[in-house]
Nanobody
Framework: QVQLVESGGGLVQPGGSLRLSCAAS????????MAWYRQAPGKQRELVAR???????NYLESVKGRFTISRDNAKNTVYLQMNSLKPEDTAVYYC??????????WGQGTQVTVSS
């Protein structure tokens, strides 16, 4: 019904930048709340950034000032610009879509590794 495909992950050195993209396809009607989560090995999945239909954003405290979430409604795509990356940002990043029906959809995840 709805598929989310993340891209843009990879290996980057501390202080570097990555831009994640999440393209939604399928039975999508209008815009939806979208978010990025991440999960490090042995850790609980945590909300990194959220962008509501209104455009309002929320960020995990530890990424404020470094990450920016944005969306292109015409392309059904959400982005996460990540700057000044730190080793502790290493995780699998997941795109999330919350539909108007309250259905929750997840992408397959994209690996972000910050290491020297």
């Amino acid at each position: 019904q709805v598929q989310l495909v993340e891209s843009g992950g990879g290996l980057v050195q501390p202080g570097g930048s990555l831009r994640l993209s999440c393209a939604a396809s399928g039975s999508i009607f209008g815009i939806n709340h979208m978010a990025w989560y991440r999960q490090a090995p042995g850790k609980q999945r945590e909300l990194v950034a959220r962008i509501r239909t209104s455009g309002t954003t929320n960020y995990l405290e530890s990424v404020k000032g470094r990450f920016t979430i944005s969306r292109d409604n015409a392309k059904n795509t959400v982005y996460l610009q990540m700057n000044s990356l730190k080793p502790e940002d290493t995780a699998v990043y997941y795109c999330n879509l919350l539909s108007w029906t309250s259905a929750n959809y997840w992408g397959q995840g994209t690996q972000v590794t910050v290491s020297s």
